[in-house]
């Protein structure tokens, strides 16, 4: 498994932006595909987006798209996931999560396709 430590968040107006970070441990972080999730309060946490290893591909949840750009530095360990145009309801707390290689026949919205957690950056937006 590859441990996960998630960065960035803060309070924010709405209209700012922010860049979250995570930064994972373990040599084999560019094999694997990296995932964003959130969990707003008295929510189920929610898939945002997903990158390949090489980082030529991406995926977002259709409510995501336009706002949210994942990215990765594969000689950094680390996945980014911008937010533009905050908005209160993109308050908050926000997982970094990598793929388990076992699961892949599940969707990236799927909690079981993801293996290892990280322990969340809390994002909140002020209206």
């Known amino acids: 498994q590859v441990q996960l430590v998630e960065s960035g968040g803060g309070l924010v107006q709405a209209g700012g932006s922010l860049r979250l970070s995570c930064a994972a441990s373990?040599?084999?972080?560019?094999?694997?595909?990296m995932g964003w999730f959130r969990q707003a309060p008295g929510k189920e946490r929610e898939f945002v987006a997903a990158i390949s290893w090489s980082g030529g591909s991406t995926y977002y949840a259709d409510s995501m798209k336009g706002r949210f750009t994942i990215s990765r530095d594969n000689a950094k360990n680390t996945v980014y996931l911008q937010i533009d145009t905050l908005k209160p309801e993109d308050t908050a707390v926000y997982y970094c999560?990598?793929?388990?290689?076992?699961?892949?026949?599940?969707?990236?919205?799927?909690?079981?396709?993801?293996?290892?957690w990280g322990q969340g950056t809390q994002v909140t937006v002020s209206s």
């Open positions: 999560a990598a793929e388990d290689p076992q699961r892949t026949s599940y969707s990236f919205t799927s909690y079981n396709r993801w293996g290892s």
């Open positions: 373990g040599r084999t972080f560019s094999s694997y595909v």
